[in-house]
């Protein structure tokens, strides 16, 4: 247990949080693709789901301060949350249902970690330097885990619609937005403050595009459990926890770690959609495991031996 002292306590909890949000929002593409498989339609999910949350994160941060009205009376900081909310949020999850939708869950989720490549760069240019030694070892062993993922070392296999290829890449540009965006405003407010106002403002503001009052569809009470766990795991907790955790470790770093996500969404469509389970596919996760490793080392302090007590002579 000595080695996890090493890492300090903050950064523990900014790697349990993004970790935890990772895996909801894994959770959540699966949520996604049974809603849309049952005829719910794509743009009605995000709007549901924007709105929804928005609505409950701004009820629970009320409880804690008052910032979300701050907020809204500060141009300023109010066009920054408007920038997050349909930059990172909207774009993040417009781009991620549709991606699913064009293609299912683990292969959205895996276009979406193209984000961790983006931010990297994104970082070394604000920083004007370059990527270090560990976090270029990181990204291209993520990258190849997925790949061993999806493809089982055969590349012709993976055939993607150009819709869902296109989606994916947007939703990646979205993360990119979430995780950078917000990081001055949680420095002088409540971060689910942000997140809430983010969510509602975002949702509010894309229904005269998205009209879901004009979609068509049917649902049922048996579609309940989907539609709870898509609004509040992959919504609620998956972007509350992710962006904190992000705000803890910086965005190279949460990057990286969200390739977990798409180890969980595999686990989850193999255990929730009856989906096929190959050896390669645990290699795949073991690299994508390894590399988020390569990450908590970096972090960690070297380890210094002791020098043996030198005891006089008597």
């Excluded at 789901?49 to 409880?63: D, E, P, T, Y």
């Excluded at 009856?274 to 690299?287: I, R, T």
């Amino acid at each position: 247990m000595k080695s996890l002292h090493r890492i300090p306590n903050e950064k523990m909890k900014g790697y349990s949080l993004s970790v935890i949000g990772c895996i909801s929002w894994a959770f959540s593409g699966i949520c996604g693709e049974v809603l849309m498989n049952a005829g719910i339609p794509p743009r009605l999910i995000v709007s549901v789901r924007l709105l929804l949350s928005g609505v409950v994160l701004l009820f629970i941060s009320s409880f804690q301060s008052n910032d979300a009205v701050n907020l809204l009376k500060n141009k300023k900081d109010l066009l920054r949350v408007l920038a997050f909310g349909l930059g990172g949020v909207f774009t993040s999850q417009f781009g991620y249902i549709h991606a699913i939708y064009y293609t299912n869950a683990p292969t959205a989720t895996i276009l979406q970690f193209l984000s961790s490549a983006m931010l990297v760069a994104v970082v070394c240019l604000l920083e004007k330097r370059l990527p270090k030694f560990i976090e270029v070892s990181a990204v291209i062993l993520a990258i190849f885990g997925i790949t061993v993922l999806t493809t089982h070392l055969n590349l012709h296999t993976l055939i993607i619609d150009p819709s869902g290829l296109f989606w994916g890449f947007f939703s990646a540009f979205g993360v990119v937005g979430y995780v950078m965006l917000p990081s001055q405003l949680f420095l002088s407010y409540n971060k689910l403050s942000v997140i809430g106002l983010a969510m509602l403002l975002a949702g509010l503001l894309s229904l005269p595009i998205l009209r879901p009052w004009k979609l068509s569809f049917t649902t049922t009470p048996s579609l309940l459990p989907a539609w709870i766990g898509i609004v509040l795991i992959g919504t609620i907790v998956a972007y509350t926890f992710f962006i904190i955790g992000a705000a803890i470790l910086g965005p190279t770093t949460s990057g990286l770690i969200s390739g977990l996500e798409a180890v969980a969404s595999v686990l989850f469509s193999v255990l929730l959609l009856g989906a096929s389970f190959h050896p390669l596919d645990l290699a795949g996760m073991g690299l994508v495991l390894v590399s988020i490793l390569l990450l908590s080392l970096r972090d960690r302090p070297p380890y210094r031996f002791k020098r043996p007590r030198r005891y006089k002579s008597s």
